[in-house]
């Protein structure tokens, strides 16, 4: 069955960086879109950034963009995130979804099901 799993996440001083890793197993990992979302307590998950099968296209949010950096390693099924000048309005759990809707000003992860989401690892900037 499809198996996902983030790791990486922390407590980290404001201006830190982290890097998040998430592998899937189970399914045919390079043919499909994947995306890093978060939700912060008393927030909507929202998305952070998604990238494209074969790493052509990649959209950030607002608040990543500059900041922060996905790529994946399809030989790996892995999936990364490496966030750079943080935050405390960062501070949230972080989730890898696979098979997200994508372009190249779009990202949505609304339409998948409960077995397309990890488990989230929690990351925590403080000021």
């Known amino acids: 069955q499809v198996q996902v799993v983030e790791s990486g996440g922390g407590l980290v001083q404001a201006g830190g960086s982290l890097k998040l890793s998430c592998t899937a197993s189970?399914?045919?990992?390079?043919?499909?879109?994947m995306g890093w979302f978060r939700q912060a307590p008393g927030n909507r998950r929202e998305v952070v950034s998604c990238i494209t099968r074969d790493s052509a296209i990649i959209y950030y949010s607002l608040s990543a963009k500059g900041r922060f950096t996905a790529s994946r390693d399809n030989a790996k099924n892995t999936l990364y995130l490496q966030m750079n000048s943080l935050k405390p309005e960062d501070t949230a759990t972080y989730f890898c979804?696979?098979?997200?809707?994508?372009?190249?000003?779009?990202?949505?992860?609304?339409?998948?099901?409960?077995?397309?989401w990890g488990q989230g690892t929690q990351v925590t900037v403080s000021s």
């Open positions: 979804a696979v098979n997200v809707a994508m372009a190249a000003d779009y990202c949505s992860g609304a339409h998948l099901d409960a077995k397309s």
């Open positions: 189970g399914l045919s990992f390079r043919t499909y879109a």
